[in-house]
């Protein structure tokens, strides 16, 4: 079996599992008692928060543990939506293929008056800096953008973009959810005010992320009750997974400048053998992108069945298309760089790591080869295509 599949989620690591079983059993106590068992808790879950945030450059109390990236996202965006209203500022720019639990949190906040701006990702998943300059109007509270595309890794030119926003006095979140951990993230490097991650991305656990907020930024709470994460985010803390969560962050910045080498070459193997099948692209710029993301479209075929022919063979993949995700449109992330919904459907997005090995890179492209082949034989869309009675796009 071949796990390509690590954006949607990793497999936690043995030193986090570790961690997170003997936690389970020392720090039973609630960090918020005084007697010795909760101070326990309480040193273990202050000493995750210390290294995490020497991790990414940020100070202890910067770091607000969240349930993971959807909420870490929820809450930056409403925090900032909250200031920014309380200055009469209601205006948004984030980009048109931000991850859901940004999309949807604007989306609500439109329905409160803000007024919200899409940038263009362009054909090759990049955003212009000076079309985020441009954007930028008086009222403007907020820029969020996400540091690497969850469907096609494409990585923005975030520490830019910030340098952007710092300038005209607006503040920047950034959802690294897919990058940290994967490519080097410093939050004064990378000029953010406020940045969203998530365990179970970076071989943590699920169900644990945190939000970074520079200090002297007002946080808005999405949960209320007692006073924990100093006020900003109620309900007893999960310490075995977030001291699990510390563990699998350090691992993988330890490595990952190793992990970046190696598993970026099996990328661009990955990218050269399906290249060379007939009708197919790339999405997304081939260099400026997440080591481990190779995400294609594949003229007259439906991602759907590649996804469950490929599962036959063994190998667990993912598609931007239809049915997977309950809805009948393509993937907001392949229409926003311009693919036409005919191709967007035909998509497959592998997501590798460091333990993918060589030998599985070569038994993928052929896999890949030989089910498009086999889906295009008897594909109504692929007859018309070959007959000529519809043009190729790809
Ligand atoms: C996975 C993901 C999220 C959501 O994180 P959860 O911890 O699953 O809530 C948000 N943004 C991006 C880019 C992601 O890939």
């Not at 030193?15 to 106590?29: H, K, Q, S």
């Not at 060379?276 to 992108?289: Q, V, Y």
Request: overall charge negative; glycine content about 8%.
């Amino acid at each position: 079996m071949i796990y390509a599949d690590n954006a949607a989620t990793t497999k936690m690591s043995k030193a986090a599992i570790d961690t997170m079983f003997r936690l389970v059993n020392d720090t039973w106590g609630n960090a918020s008692s005084l007697y010795s068992v909760g101070q326990t808790s309480k040193e273990v879950l202050e000493q995750a928060r210390e290294d995490i945030a020497n991790l990414i450059g940020a100070e202890p109390k910067e770091i607000i543990f969240t349930s993971g990236g959807s909420e870490a996202d929820n809450q930056a965006i409403l925090s900032a939506a909250k200031i920014g209203a309380s200055k009469g500022k209601k205006h948004i720019i984030s980009s048109a293929f931000e991850h859901h639990a940004v999309l949807h949190t604007l989306e609500r906040l439109k329905e409160d008056g803000f007024e919200i701006t899409l940038l263009d990702v362009h054909e090759d998943g990049i955003i212009r800096e000076d079309e985020l300059e441009d954007a930028i109007r008086e009222d403007t509270c907020l820029v969020t953008i996400m540091y690497a595309n969850n469907e096609i890794g494409t990585v923005q030119p975030i520490s830019r973009l910030g340098e952007i926003c710092k300038k005209h006095n607006v503040l920047f979140h950034t959802d690294a959810v897919q990058a940290i951990g994967h490519i080097p993230v410093n939050v004064n490097d990378d000029n953010v005010d406020m940045l969203s991650a998530s365990a179970h991305k970076f071989h943590g656990p699920k169900g644990v992320g945190f939000l970074y907020v520079k200090k002297g930024i007002r946080v808005t709470n999405l949960i209320n009750g007692g006073a924990q994460e100093k006020g900003r985010r109620a309900g007893t803390e999960n310490v075995p997974g977030i001291a699990a969560m510390a563990v699998a962050l350090k691992e993988a910045v330890e490595s990952l400048s190793e992990n970046y080498e190696n598993v970026s070459k099996k990328r661009d193997c990955l990218i050269e053998g399906l290249s060379k099948i007939e009708h197919s692209a790339l999405n997304g710029d081939a260099k400026k992108r997440l080591p481990g993301n190779v995400n294609f479209c594949f003229e007259g075929i439906e991602g759907e069945s590649l996804l469950l022919l490929l599962d036959d063979k063994g190998i667990m993949a993912s598609s931007g298309s239809a049915c997977t995700s309950g809805s009948l449109d393509p993937s907001h992330v392949l229409l926003a760089i311009g693919r036409v919904h005919d191709v967007a459907h035909g998509s497959l997005r592998l997501t590798i790591n460091e333990e993918t090995t060589d030998e599985d890179v070569e038994y993928i492209i052929k896999a890949v080869d030989e089910v498009v082949t086999y889906l295009r034989s008897f594909s109504p869309i692929w007859r018309d295509l070959v007959a000529g009675k519809k043009q190729f796009i790809l």
